[in-house]
């Protein structure tokens, strides 16, 4: 029994080997990497209706915790940031020399409930976990929730 079993099995392996490759594969997608030219590390996407929104980290920048939108998951533009300055203090404002480099809000996650948009990251600077939410994703505002 397992050799008839085992002999078939082998037949219908060797069987599709030999059919063209385009019968067995996805259509070829004509997008190319990188799919953005910018560093946007540590992404979250999400899917509400036809459209994805995805978060990035950003480690010094304000604006920060941009929002990315899609049709496609290749084409993207930046729709929104979840804040203009997370704080006031000399290191996020770049005054007295000082500077937030390589800390600022981290690894972002996004999610969509009843028809609310949130987002939660860490603040390494701050030492403090945010979540902020919107029922506006393109145009806000966002606030604390």
Sequence with gaps: MYKRLFAFVFAFTLLLGILP???IH???STAKNPIIWADVPDVDVI?????YY???TTMHMNPGVPIMKSKDLVNWEI??????????GDKQTLS???NIYGQGSWASSIRYHNGKFYVVF????IGKTYIFQ????????WGEA
């Design 21 to 23: 490759a385009a019968s």
């Design 47 to 51: 899917r509400v209706g036809d459209s």
């Design 122 to 125: 860490a603040s390494n600077d």
């Design 96 to 98: 007295n020399g000082q």
């Design 134 to 141: 919107t029922t506006d994703i393109e145009k806000g505002p």
């Design 26 to 28: 996805a259509e070829e």
């Design 54 to 56: 995805m978060t990035s």
């Design 79 to 88: 729709v929104n940031y979840v804040y203009d300055i997370l704080a006031s």
